[in-house]
């Protein structure tokens, strides 16, 4: 089984600043409106709703419409105030919103997909609309016209999208676990590369475009932090949920990542700290620190006239090891475990508290949450529930200090030149292995 988080107790909580509860069913997406005090909806229950605060402090839809099918998702961007919406029925529906957010005129439809739209993204600077679906395929439109660029069939349902606008990468992530990566032109694509290192299916992408950092977030628990930019293939692991990941979003001016699950867990991970890859673990025919055997190796275990032991593996260094030898429990934030895991006694031993300090912080939003989405120039975090409730927070309290530790050198501030020759030039394959005894 998983370990169990048991998180310290903080100082700081995120503020609930309102919550809105008027909706039928599920709450697919939901985002905050820039510099309006105002939030946008889109739910199962087919209604796109546009929030406004009133003087009463209270929300209420400034506009209420409703779809023929389900919303299955949603891209809204401020500056043309243009709301792309996915739905059941594998259409995108495009409106434009007035500037005082009362009125929504119709702009443009996608037939893009045959089953349910599972994300979309409208990119102002290419004048596109990417979106991937149930269906398998990943399309991506001209906003203006309407007609399809291009298709690239995946491997299984996308359930994450991120773009790079200056590159023109696409991040696909999907159901298989893998995260795809295709260079877009106007009417085709390239496959560049393939990541594989999640044990379940991928359910969140974030994508830093300064420090040229992906993050992904899978149903297995684990967030791991792809370096994309560094030209080493780097990947370091993040363990901090019990349940699937569900959102991820990133704060680029304090370096620090935001990441959700369906249990409700909001974390708040520092990512100024020099972080290390979690080791990849060994194989072995006995224990690597006192030799008795594992459990098949049975010709040890006639010669030693001994029961073979289980194998299981220490956290930090990656040996083979006993049970008697691998006891004891600690915190490596530094790694990414900031929940106790197994540890051999010599690594146990070489951990000091310092190492065990912690790189990030846990708060409980008190419902399961469907979707998360974070608005950097107000500091306010959304979540939409399985409860049909968004919730609305300020976490500036938590966001405007760096824990204590020295900048890393080594991932975050490296000269990030995008040679694609050099970073997608060979598969990376991580090992990320969860569930253990």
């Known amino acids: 089984m998983a370990a169990e988080i048991q998180p310290k107790p903080q100082t700081r ?3 609930l600043l309102n919550k809105i509860e008027a909706s039928q069913d599920v709450v697919n997406t939901a985002v905050i409106i820039p510099k309006e005090d105002g939030v946008i909806s889109v739910s199962e ?3 796109i709703r546009i929030w406004l605060k009133r003087d009463s402090g209270q929300y209420w839809p400034s506009i209420y419409h409703t779809m023929p099918d389900s919303c299955s998702c949603m891209s809204f961007n401020p500056e ?3 709301l792309s919406m996915g739905m059941e029925n594998g259409t ?3 409106f434009i919103l007035s500037e005082d957010y009362n009125k929504m005129t119709p702009a443009q439809t996608y037939q893009a997909h045959q089953g349910r739209v599972t994300v979309v993204l409208f990119v102002l600077e290419m004048e596109w609309v990417l979106s991937t679906g149930q269906d398998k395929n990943f399309t991506w439109h001209c ?10 069939r995946t491997t299984a349902w996308v359930s994450g999208l991120q773009f790079d606008v200056e590159t023109r990468h696409a991040f696909v992530g999907d159901y298989s676990g893998q995260v795809t990566i295709l260079k877009l032109e106007l009417d085709s694509c390239s496959l560049v590369t393939t990541f594989k290192g999640h044990t379940g299916n991928v359910t969140a992408l974030c994508w830093d475009p300064v420090q040229r950092v992906l993050f992904s977030g899978s149903a ?3 967030i791991i932090m792809w370096d994309i930019g560094g030209g080493k293939g780097t990947a370091i692991e993040l363990q901090g949920h019990n349940e699937k990941v569900q959102g991820l979003c990133y704060a680029p001016h304090t370096r620090q990542l935001i990441s959700c699950s369906s249990d409700g867990g909001i974390v708040i991970w520092n990512m100024d700290v020099t972080r290390q890859e979690t080791p990849e673990w060994l194989d072995s025919d006995s224990c690597q620190k006192c030799e008795q055997p594992f459990f098949w190796n049975f010709k040890q275990m006639w010669d030693s006239k001994k029961i073979g032991l289980r194998q299981h593996h220490c956290r930090k260094c990656g ?3 006993c049970g008697k030898c691998s006891a004891k429990r600690s915190t490596i934030p530094l790694m990414g475990f900031e929940f106790e895991v197994r540890v051999c006694d010599s690594c146990h031993e070489s951990i000091t508290d310092e190492d065990r300090a912690p790189t990030a912080t846990f708060h409980d939003s008190k419902h399961s949450i469907v979707y998360m989405h974070y608005e950097p120039t107000m500091g306010w975090l959304l979540t939409s529930g399985a409860d049909k409730v968004v919730k609305v927070r300020q976490t500036r309290c938590l966001l405007r200090q760096r824990l ?3 900048p890393n050198s080594d991932l975050l501030s490296t000269n990030w030149s995008f040679d694609q020759s050099q970073i997608f030039s060979h598969q990376i394959f991580f090992r990320v292995e969860l569930i253990e005894g």
Do not use: F, K, N, W
């Open 13 to 15: 909580t995120p503020v």
């Open 45 to 47: 229950d087919r209604t």
């Open 80 to 82: 043309t105030r243009r």
């Open 92 to 94: 995108i529906s495009e």
């Open 143 to 152: 906003s203006e016209s309407g007609t399809q660029l291009g298709l690239y």
């Open 220 to 222: 297995d628990h684990s």
């Open 319 to 321: 040996q083979a090891v």
């Open 404 to 406: 204590d530790r020295q």
